[in-house]
T-cell receptor, first 112, second 112 residues
Framework: GNSVTQMEGPVTLSEEAFLTINCTYT??????LFWYVQYPGEGLQLLLK?????DKGSNKGFEATYRKETTSFHLEKGSVQVSDSAVYFC???????????FGSGTKLNVKP | DVKVTQSSRYLVKRTGEKVFLECVQD?????MFWYRQDPGLGLRLIYF???????EKGDIPEGYSVSREKKERFSLILESASTNQTSMYLC???????????FGPGTRLTVL
């Protein structure tokens, strides 16, 4: 079956530090992979996505590469800001696009 | 921009009450979804709909029903609210042929 596992939080970093949030998945076939971000009190916003192996999704300085050989989609940012404080969700969707599988979320706290 | 709106940001109800959560999208999307979000559990799919008057159960449909009378509107109904239904409820929609879900801001429901 399909599932997503992401690192537990919270992750606390100082401003300008390097960020990695690990995400691994189990899936049949060739899923699309996503990172969503949820700011306090809000719904989920799409941050980036990748639809096939070796694709790199990127947005707002965040990047993630679809690694089929390691079944991973780790989120990275070179220099985090206080405004990046949020909960980050890794997700996948299978071939029929109906069933999303979400990780449990990783809370990021960035301190000035 | 895709816009998904939910009728209330915060709602407080009493045990046994019938509760309606409304979701509206303005992009003519065929597919709409209801999730609940709980700490440590991520997002869990309650129901989804792929067309007017069509619905399918998700992972946790017990205690919930849905209604889709118009394409733009998808309602989640708690027939008799219970305290274990206290949660954040998120609505999402997906365009035909697309793999990305777009989320509303969420409704935080408290059942006393």
């Amino acid at each position: 079956g399909n599932s997503v596992t992401q690192m537990e939080g919270p992750v606390t970093l100082s401003e300008e530090a390097f960020l990695t949030i690990n995400c691994t998945y189990t899936a049949t076939g060739y899923p699309s992979l996503f990172w969503y971000v949820q700011y306090p009190g809000e719904g989920l916003q799409l941050l980036l996505k990748a639809t096939k192996a070796d694709d790199k999704g990127s947005n707002k300085g965040f990047e993630a590469t679809y690694r089929k050989e390691t079944t991973s989609f780790h989120l990275e940012k070179g220099s985090v800001q206080v405004s990046d404080s949020a909960v980050y969700f890794c997700a996948l969707v299978g071939y029929n696009f109906n069933k999303f599988y979400f990780g449990s979320g990783t809370k990021l706290n960035v301190k000035p | 921009d895709v816009k998904v709106t939910q009728s209330s940001r915060y709602l407080v109800k009493r045990t046994g009450e019938k509760v309606f959560l409304e979701c509206v999208q303005d992009m003519d999307h065929e597919n709409m979804f209801w999730y609940r979000q709980d700490p440590g559990l991520g997002l869990r799919l309650i129901y989804f709909s792929y067309d007017v008057k069509m619905k399918e159960k998700g992972d946790i449909p017990e205690g919930y029903s849905v209604s889709r009378e118009k394409k733009e509107r998808f309602s989640l109904i708690l027939e008799s609210a219970s305290t274990n239904q206290t949660s954040m409820y998120l609505c999402a929609s997906r365009p035909p042929g697309g793999d990305t879900q777009y989320f509303g801001p969420g409704t935080r429901l408290t059942v006393l």
